[in-house]
């Protein structure tokens, strides 16, 4: 049910044909990884992201790095092992036609990239001419992952790392820049629509130039979330009307136009 | 053989001696899909405030060891907002509902809880005197004469159960909730969350971003119980426990401490049926501890 | 490069920014095959009496989530006991010496106290107002002014440095630590446990003896780290910050709150190492951090 | 390192060669089973009986039955794993002299039998010739366990089951009996002397039968020990004189004339 997608990153597969079938891109599930040898030592479930489903086979995945118990739990789960989840969880989910004509562009960094792989790879499904990148970084090439299956989808992958031990050195938005500049020479002039989904100050940096660009940016956002389901109202988002926001069920995924980010 | 779990908190009767902690279950419709609410013994709603309020800026809750700590400065909609647009999917199920209702001064607590009368929307009232995320919304909690006028005040607008809701961040409650009492309280509930706070050594700053906030978890049980335990000597109207209960041998516990009834609070975010699981496992419990009624264990501890 | 570490609790110097708890390491002769005592910033020793004291029947403790429950009740050989078999091996080492004293009455205190002084006994004293477990034991701590009155009849008797030990279980610290430094205690000590219970469901009975004890661990240090931030928000003395730290990034939190130096309570029942292992990760804390002193994180906290 | 007892008891090996050779019967050493799944959920050191020591390899044995997180997480072991320990602690021993002309009769039950297990075997090594017995209960025979090699060391097993379905049916103390009534038939006119570890109501059973017939007896107490090591002096036993005595580094081992069942 475990694959090793890269030192300390597990690929988690577990079977639940009403979340093969209902999970959009942006969905997220929320895991409570309790067994008798832990118990208490971590109380709240934490959300991941699905990573690929395979309908058919009624199969899920997730994409995972191992930082405290409930991930280091799940690191040790063997095939057979009963995952405890809530899920499909998410209100607004990323959004995007396969079939209109512009250039869809993910920038992704650590736990983001997976839900913009499934993200990119729905597009493609459903329209293999779709013209799809994806943009992601890392401090080092060893800890990129989640691009399994894409390029054989056809996607554009663009992989950005501080070192440049892979790809364009810098960061995601020196890989985004060129996409964005008009006249647009590479991109064959459709217009582009940017998705992203990383850490906070990442997202912050694509919005910021996306709307300097004016072109329209999609959000993800990654913040603690409590519950997951609504209830708690611990993981809000300031929206620019000044109001608070449950990332959980009225997002994960926002127009860049709506958030703050303080 | 059939165990009685009915109880009554005034003349609030609850079908189960389990209900919902304010502040963690919403308003019964964000899990629409998941619970059937006619299966609590009661469901307690989020605060519900004169005015609307916005709530704190983010971060608001971060985790410690066995404990949540919140700090989410009593986010809603405000009372007409609860009456319009939560009240109408709560009375679609055959289930008692408590609102919670915090405010700055006598006349807000008596204004919605006039509303609340008046329009039907509640069962009982829990008075939030001990919300340690707003100013002064502790203050109340933390002197008898305080508890005592929030309590007449509202009790001269209406007819239904008023619950005070107490605090543990205070040197004895015991005078506390013999006020409460004396002032007509029908009940007690007990405890609200433990202020405290949380750093991050890293970024050497606050993880809330109201530097403060409330404790919540298994991480409080010890002291909930022995609030619970303080509390059941001192007064003879039910108590409402809460506090750290994960599960029915939690609720176990509080009842033996002299809770009369018991609230599934920070547990309901893991699994938001806690509420009706923890009231099969005290049916269980009886059973196979040969009582056939819930009212046999409470305060039973020795 | 190096970074300084020592710090001073009043005319006291510590090494290392980092001593026992009072309670939880001991006289200090229990781990002589396992701990340097002069790797310490200081040793705390356990609560010491005028006279012997058997302490509380058993059960004396019990774990929580997170936490630990005990009502010991100050067992202890009393004062001369500690000055004829307890002094000597500690004054084997080149560590300064804190003795924890509770008492009944304001003589008790200065009783012992002057012992300690004539003797040689103490490098500091650190004043037991806030023992749960005892009956008068908590009461000095719960108010301001008898906070003052054990004070200032340390005072009278001797020069060394007095550490005021208070209470998380009031509603307000911070004028009881005004009260403390005002009648002229060195520094502040906090937190001492906080009150709890624990049931057993199936016994239904209380887990301890004593019914009622104190919780440690790292459950309480929400409540620690914030009682700490208060008190160096009110006082200009030292703290010593405790509750709940079991590794040098706790310890680092509870600088950042406003302790000058911490105390290794709990963990050390897990690794008696833990007050030498902080030390050293606070200055790998301070090196990583680009800072080359301890005070430049004292408080810091944004 | 792991192996299974009987249904959910493990026997674990650990490496250190000072440990085997100082442990007497009735040391013990306190685990920390602490990883990064389960940080926070045990936070004390758990006690557990040396069971079996072999000096030559440098090895030691405890037995554990699966109660809480720390046996939950023991139970996980593999080889090769750490063991995070301190020990051998215990301050008062088991005292037998192997050749003296005694009858040495062991009673336990549950986890006090991995101890008694320990002390035939060091009596029959000293002394191949001695009189040992081992009288052990369990509600039914298949939570017997602990008494590996003691048979091929010549050691006497009475077991008793509370259902008779191994050995004699009854109490500990319905085997113990017989062999304190005087004049003892079957010891061949040796003095008994009696040790004992297991629950609390059964060693008190022992040690009142022990009193009644005026034999010795040595009770190995078994109080929850948060320290182990002295410091804490949460372990404490109320002795017949009136005074606490930690059971850690005072114990665990007392004479049974010094002990109140309070
Ligand atoms: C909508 C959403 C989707 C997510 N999807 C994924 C996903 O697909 N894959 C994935 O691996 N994670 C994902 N995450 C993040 C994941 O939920 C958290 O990392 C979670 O806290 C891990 O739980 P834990 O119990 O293992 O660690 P925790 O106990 O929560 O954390 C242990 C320590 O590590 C720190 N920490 C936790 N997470 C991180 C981090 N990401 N970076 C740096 N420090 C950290 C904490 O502050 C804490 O000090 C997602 C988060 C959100 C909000
Ligand atoms: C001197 C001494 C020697 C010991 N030697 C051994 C030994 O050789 N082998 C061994 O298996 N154990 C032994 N024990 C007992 C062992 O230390 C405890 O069972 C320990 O609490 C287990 O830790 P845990 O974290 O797995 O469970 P805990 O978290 O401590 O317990 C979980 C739950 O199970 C209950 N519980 C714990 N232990 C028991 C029990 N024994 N019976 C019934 N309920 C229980 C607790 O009350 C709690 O509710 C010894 C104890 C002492 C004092
Ligand atoms: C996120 C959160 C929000 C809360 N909001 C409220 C509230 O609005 N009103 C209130 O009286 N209590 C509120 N509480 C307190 C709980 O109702 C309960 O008293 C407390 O959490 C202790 O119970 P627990 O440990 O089971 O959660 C809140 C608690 C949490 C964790
Ligand atoms: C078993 C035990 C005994 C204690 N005895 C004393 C004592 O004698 N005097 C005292 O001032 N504090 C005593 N304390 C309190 C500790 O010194 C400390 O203030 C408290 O445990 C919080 O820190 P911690 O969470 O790191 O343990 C004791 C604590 C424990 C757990
Ligand atoms: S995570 Fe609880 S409301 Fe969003
Ligand atoms: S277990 Fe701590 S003193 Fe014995």
Same mark, same amino acid.
């Given at each position: ?12 597969? &577990? ?12 969905? &997220? ?34 994409? &995972?790095?191992?930082?405290?118990? =409930? ?46 792989? &499934? ?13 799809? =990148? ?15 299956? $894409? ?9 950005? =790392? ?13 890989? $985004?820049?060129?996409? $964005? ?61 000044? =109001? ?19 | 053989?059939?165990?009685?779990? !009915?109880? @009554? ?36 709603? @989020? ?108 009790? /001269?607008?209406? #007819?239904?159960?008023?619950? /005070? ?12 909730? @013999? ?56 007064? #003879? ?10 599960? /029915? ?11 009369? !009834? ?41």
């Amino acid at each position: 049910m475990q694959a090793l997608a890269a030192p300390g990153h597990f690929v988690l597969t &577990f079977d639940d044909p009403e979340t093969a079938r209902d999970a959009r891109p942006g969905h &997220f599930i929320a895991v409570a990884a309790t067994t008798p040898a832990n118990a208490g030592s971590s109380i709240l479930r934490k959300p991941f992201s699905i990573f690929t489903v395979d309908r058919e086979a009624g199969l899920c995945t997730i994409l &995972f790095s191992v930082y405290g118990p =409930t991930t280091s739990t799940m690191a040790l789960y063997k095939p057979g092992d009963k995952l405890d989840f809530l899920g499909p969880l998410g209100g607004r989910v990323f959004e995007a036609d396969p079939h209109s004509d512009v250039h869809h562009v993910m920038v992704g960094g650590g736990y983001g990239v997976p839900p913009l792989n &499934f993200l990119a790879k729905t597009i493609k499904a459903a329209n293999p001419n779709a013209k799809v =990148t994806l943009i992601y970084g890392a401090r080092s090439a060893n800890l990129l992952v989640g691009d399994d299956g $894409l390029r054989e989808a056809g996607v554009e992958i663009i992989s950005c =790392t501080d070192d440049g031990s892979l790809g364009v050195k810098g960061r995601v938005t020196d890989g $985004l820049s060129p996409l $964005l500049a008009p006249p647009a020479p590479d991109n064959g002039g459709a217009s582009v629509h940017v998705y992203t989904c990383g850490p906070t100050p990442m997202m912050r940096a694509v919005a910021e130039l996306c709307t300097a660009h004016n072109k329209p940016c999609q959000v993800s956002m990654e913040t603690p979330m409590p519950c997951g389901i609504g209830i708690c109202v611990g993981c809000v988002l300031k929206k620019a009307d000044g =109001t608070f926001s449950r990332t959980c069920t009225d997002g994960p995924v926002y127009p860049a136009t709506e958030v703050t980010w303080q | 053989m059939a165990v009685n779990l !009915a109880v @009554k908190i005034g003349s609030m009767v609850m079908r189960t001696p389990v209900t919902t902690g304010s502040g963690t279950f919403g308003f019964g419709s964000e899990t629409k899909d998941l619970v059937d609410l006619s299966k609590l013994g009661a469901v307690c709603v @989020k605060a519900t405030t004169r005015e609307r309020r916005l709530g704190n800026p983010p971060a608001r809750m971060c985790e410690t060891a066995s404990g949540v700590l919140n700090a989410i400065g009593l986010q809603n909609g405000g009372i007409e907002n609860y009456i319009l647009e939560k009240l109408p999917y709560l009375r679609q199920f055959d289930v008692p509902i408590i609102v919670n209702v915090p405010g700055e001064n006598p006349e807000d607590f008596a204004y919605v809880a006039r509303r609340l009368t008046e329009t039907g929307g509640a069962d009982a009232i829990e008075l939030n005197i001990s919300c340690p995320n707003v100013s002064h919304g502790l203050d109340y909690a933390t002197q008898p004469h305080l508890t005592a006028e929030i309590i007449a005040a509202v009790k /001269a607008v209406t #007819h239904l159960p008023i619950i /005070a809701k107490l605090s543990p961040n205070v040197t004895d409650i015991r005078p506390i909730a @013999k006020a409460a009492e004396d002032a007509g309280a029908d009940a007690i509930s007990l405890i609200n969350t433990v202020i405290g706070t949380a750093i991050d050594a890293r970024k050497r700053t606050f993880k809330l971003a109201n530097k403060t906030g409330g404790l919540s978890g298994p991480a409080i049980k010890p002291i909930a119980l022995l609030a619970v335990y303080r509390v059941a000597q001192t007064v #003879h109207i039910p108590i409402i426990g809460m506090g750290g209960i994960m599960n /029915a041998t939690d609720a176990v516990e509080f009842i033996l401490a002299g809770a009369t !009834a018991v609230a599934a609070g920070t547990v309901s975010f893991v699994n938001p049926l806690a509420a009706i699981e923890i009231a099969d496992g005290i049916a269980d419990y009886l059973t196979q501890n040969g009582f056939t009624d819930v009212h046999d264990i409470i305060g039973a501890v020795q």
